[in-house]
């Protein structure tokens, strides 16, 4: 399972810049919530799949895109039945700062980091700037190996080309949206200490006390952003982590369940089955099957 916080190096110190290809639910199930410091391009090739970015799902068709700005709590998952072939672009705004005074980040670029400027995030296939921002996008496809030469020119000049689109169409973040963030960031202390205790007894009140919420608010802030309550958060991510398990490390059902957290074995197997169609038991073999067919 992915880190909640991404600290991956995408592309290289020097060049951070990554292109990856992906397929939901081929090859896998989906990306659970995660951030990460770089901006985020999600390209949908042919299918469709549904991202949600700080609770705000959006069905992302062929042909689409959408923008994730760095920091912001974001997942994938599967469309229904639908299966889905897409790109990752992602890449740090240090890539297209300036070595001298850093006139063009500090005017376009940090603004758009921080939430003071806002860009569009969902480009739907019939828009105008869809049909601007797609031949760009097709080029970065197209030299997703930059092993050509001075190709890593074209590459930044394709990005800096996708920003200015889209600082001509961003608009001001105002004081409710900038209040969003904030409360979002302190939420993500709770998703983090999941993260590194999820197998321990954790309550609703730790987490709002963590964040320096009442358990009231902080129930709803936190539905808020992940679209479900903290203790269905806290049960699925501990199921994500037993399944895991139990494909890496092949241990035995009792053991998995009390090392995730789950201290009623028949619970954790009915909870299980339920989330993945699956008994426990029987996890292991029927994703070998699945692998082999």
Same mark, same amino acid.
């Given at each position: 399972m992915? /880190?909640?916080?991404?600290?991956?190096?995408? *592309?290289? +110190?020097?060049?951070?810049?990554a292109?990856?290809?992906?397929?939901? &639910? !081929?090859?896998?199930?989906?990306?659970? +919530?995660?951030?990460?410091? /770089?901006? !985020?391009?999600?390209?949908?090739?042919? #299918?469709?799949?549904?991202?949600?970015?700080?609770?705000?799902?959006?069905?992302?068709? /062929? *042909?689409?895109?959408?923008?994730?700005?760095?920091?912001?709590?974001?997942?994938?998952?599967?469309? /229904?039945?639908?299966?889905?072939?897409y790109?990752?672009?992602?890449?740090?705004?240090? +890539?297209?700062?300036?070595?001298?005074?850093?006139?063009?980040?500090?005017?376009?670029?940090?603004?758009?980091?921080?939430?003071?400027?806002?860009? &569009?995030? %969902?480009?739907e296939?019939?828009?105008?700037?869809?049909?601007?921002?797609? &031949?760009?996008?097709?080029?970065?496809?197209?030299?997703?190996h930059?092993? #050509?030469?001075?190709?890593? $020119?074209?590459?930044? #000049?394709?990005?800096?080309?996708?920003?200015?689109q889209?600082?001509?169409?961003?608009?001001?973040?105002d004081?409710?949206? +900038?209040?969003?963030?904030?409360?979002?960031?302190?939420?993500?202390?709770?998703?983090?200490?999941?993260?590194?205790?999820?197998? !321990?007894?954790?309550?609703?009140?730790?987490?709002?006390?963590?964040?320096?919420?009442?358990?009231?608010?902080?129930?709803?802030? @936190?539905?808020?952003?992940? *679209?479900?309550? @903290?203790?269905?958060?806290?049960?699925?991510?501990?199921?994500?982590?037993?399944? !895991?398990?139990? $494909?890496?490390?092949?241990?035995?059902?009792?053991?998995?369940?009390?090392?995730?957290?789950f201290?009623?074995?028949?619970? @954790?197997?009915?909870? @299980? %089955?339920?989330?993945?169609?699956?008994?426990?038991?029987?996890f292991?073999?029927?994703?070998?099957?699945? *692998?082999?067919?």
């Amino acid at each position: 399972m992915a /880190e909640l916080h991404e600290e991956k190096q995408h *592309g290289r +110190l020097s060049f951070p810049y990554a292109i990856y290809a992906g397929k939901i &639910p !081929e090859w896998l199930r989906g990306f659970p +919530l995660h951030w990460h410091d /770089e901006m !985020e391009i999600i390209y949908v090739v042919s #299918g469709c799949m549904i991202v949600s970015v700080h609770s705000n799902e959006t069905i992302l068709k /062929e *042909g689409e895109m959408i923008f994730i700005r760095p920091q912001l709590i974001h997942s994938i998952r599967p469309h /229904e039945d639908d299966p889905a072939y897409y790109y990752n672009i992602l890449f740090r705004f240090t +890539l297209l700062e300036s070595s001298t005074k850093n006139y063009c980040a500090e005017k376009y670029l940090y603004p758009i980091y921080s939430g003071n400027l806002l860009i &569009p995030d %969902h480009i739907e296939r019939d828009s105008e700037l869809c049909k601007i921002l797609t &031949p760009h996008i097709q080029t970065l496809i197209d030299n997703r190996h930059y092993e #050509g030469k001075g190709e890593e $020119l074209l590459i930044k #000049g394709e990005l800096f080309s996708i920003m200015y689109q889209l600082y001509r169409s961003s608009r001001p973040g105002d004081e409710q949206e +900038l209040y969003k963030m904030s409360v979002n960031q302190r939420l993500k202390m709770a998703l983090s200490f999941v993260e590194d205790h999820y197998n !321990e007894s954790i309550s609703v009140a730790q987490a709002a006390e963590l964040c320096s919420f009442s358990e009231s608010y902080f129930s709803k802030m @936190f539905r808020n952003l992940t *679209g479900i309550s @903290f203790t269905q958060y806290l049960k699925n991510y501990r199921l994500e982590m037993a399944a !895991e398990k139990l $494909l890496s490390e092949k241990k035995n059902v009792s053991e998995t369940a009390i090392e995730c957290g789950f201290n009623n074995i028949s619970y @954790f197997t009915r909870a @299980f %089955h339920n989330k993945y169609g699956v008994l426990p038991s029987h996890f292991s073999e029927t994703k070998e099957n699945a *692998g082999t067919g």
